[in-house]
């Protein structure tokens, strides 16, 4: 069993920098490839990026390419997601998700996931 706790979202700017953080506890959080869901009010969830236990495998939307990062630190059980040149469109709840295996954009093939943390950007 692997709880998930994100943190980080607040209201910002349109231009501004963010980072999420979520924190992992039960075990072998390093056998868990992590992902970043987000999900807009009146939207369906959506994926935003993933990372695979190591860490030497990242994919990302291609809605947030080239402006977030996932990372990962699995000394401290936390995934990251570094969001920069924020845009109004970006406006949605942060879900933190974890599955075994490889990284995968289905939502439905994660089994653990937080409670979400709410970015909001302001144009």
């Known amino acids: 069993q692997v709880q998930l706790v994100e943190s980080g979202g607040r209201l910002v700017q349109a231009g501004d920098s963010l980072s999420l953080s979520c924190a992992a506890s039960?075990?072998?959080?390093?056998?868990?490839?992590m992902a970043w869901f987000r999900q807009a009010p009146g939207k369906e969830r959506e994926f935003v990026s993933t990372i695979s236990s190591s860490g030497d495998t990242v994919y990302y939307a291609e809605s947030v390419k080239g402006r977030f990062t996932i990372s990962r630190d699995n000394a401290k059980n936390t995934v990251y997601l570094q969001m920069s040149s924020l845009r109004p469109e970006d406006t949605a709840d942060y879900y933190c998700a974890a599955r075994r295996g490889r990284p995968s954009t289905l939502s439905p093939l994660y089994d653990y996931w937080g409670q979400g943390t709410q970015v909001t950007v302001s144009s």
């Open positions: 039960g075990p072998a959080f390093g056998l868990y490839s």
